[in-house]
């Protein structure tokens, strides 16, 4: 979203902005150039925090094994296609992008890739978390800059499938910045554990927006799950994960129950409203206001 709460959209490679907060009506910026889609398109879309630019990825191209993050520029769409492996991302800042990466084979990590590198077929890369044992999950930055990264997938564990962790500033920005990466089985505080823990979106009252599902798990599935502020910050404290059976701290959502859903979610800061889509050709609108 635009930080004027405008809502930005790909379609296929047609990037889409809406004329005035709340019209529903969009015109075409013009396509990404040089994008290289397979037949799921982009695996994200992330505006900088200055609402300047825009991150996407390619969700490994045609061959599915060339992955790329391209930054462009709005509304000129003017820019480049890094070199690098991902999933989900979320801004650090306006320099660095914060990736997941990794496969159903290895212990998934979480990157930082410098958007400001010269080379975009060698760009600068630092792995900031490891050791996540599973595929990759969503990441997400509270007001505070604790940085939320999830197990998608488990398989060498210990953590499950949908295990939500938190990482303090202090020790992601030392990796950040040249220092070891964080263990992520071995360290951080477990926030909750629902769904496939992908994606991972705040809105501006600290709540945790979580989607996916567990199809192959047996476990979560069918739902997004909105977990409130304050349940995340006492977990947050050291006070136990969230309690995913108390309707009170989390709130449990199907817009759609004659499907098989995994949904995605895109938070609106500026309008207090949540997106939700699933395989189906619906968005499924919440409204604070």
Not at 195 to 210: M, Q, R, V, Y
């Amino acid at each position: 979203m635009l930080p004027d709460g405008r809502i930005l959209a790909l379609s296929g490679t047609t990037v889409w902005a809406e004329t005035t907060p709340r019209s529903r009506v969009f015109i075409s910026l013009g396509d990404l150039p040089d994008a290289d889609f397979n037949e799921f398109g982009a695996s994200f879309l992330k505006i900088s925090p200055d609402g300047y630019r825009i991150a996407v990825g390619n969700e490994g191209g045609a061959t599915f094994g060339h992955f790329q993050v391209g930054i462009f520029s709005l509304p000129s769409l003017a820019g480049t296609w890094f070199d690098a492996n991902s999933f989900q991302a979320a801004w650090i800042n306006e320099r660095f992008l914060a990736l997941t990466a990794g496969d159903f084979v290895s212990p998934s990590v979480v990157t930082a890739v410098d958007t400001f590198s010269a080379d975009p077929a060698h760009p600068s890369i630092r792995t900031i978390i490891d050791n996540i044992g599973g595929a990759s999950g969503g990441i997400a930055f509270d007001e505070d800059k604790n940085l939320y990264t999830g197990n998608g997938f488990a398989t060498s564990g210990p953590s499950t499938t949908g295990t939500v962790k938190a990482f303090r500033p202090a020790d992601w920005r030392a990796a950040l910045y040249g220092g070891p990466p964080v263990d992520f089985e071995a360290s951080g505080t477990v926030i909750v554990t629902a769904l496939s823990a992908t994606p991972l979106e705040f809105d501006a009252s600290g709540n945790l927006f979580i989607g996916g599902a567990d199809f192959i798990g047996g476990g979560d599935i069918n739902f997004a799950a909105f977990i409130s502020g304050a349940a995340v910050k006492s977990a947050l404290r050291g006070n136990g994960p969230v309690d995913t059976s108390d309707p009170a701290q989390v709130r449990k959502v199907d817009p759609d129950p004659a499907a098989d859903s995994a949904y995605n979610i895109v938070v609106n800061r500026a309008r207090d409203e949540v997106y939700l889509t699933n395989s189906t050709s619906h968005a499924f609108v919440y409204s604070a206001r």
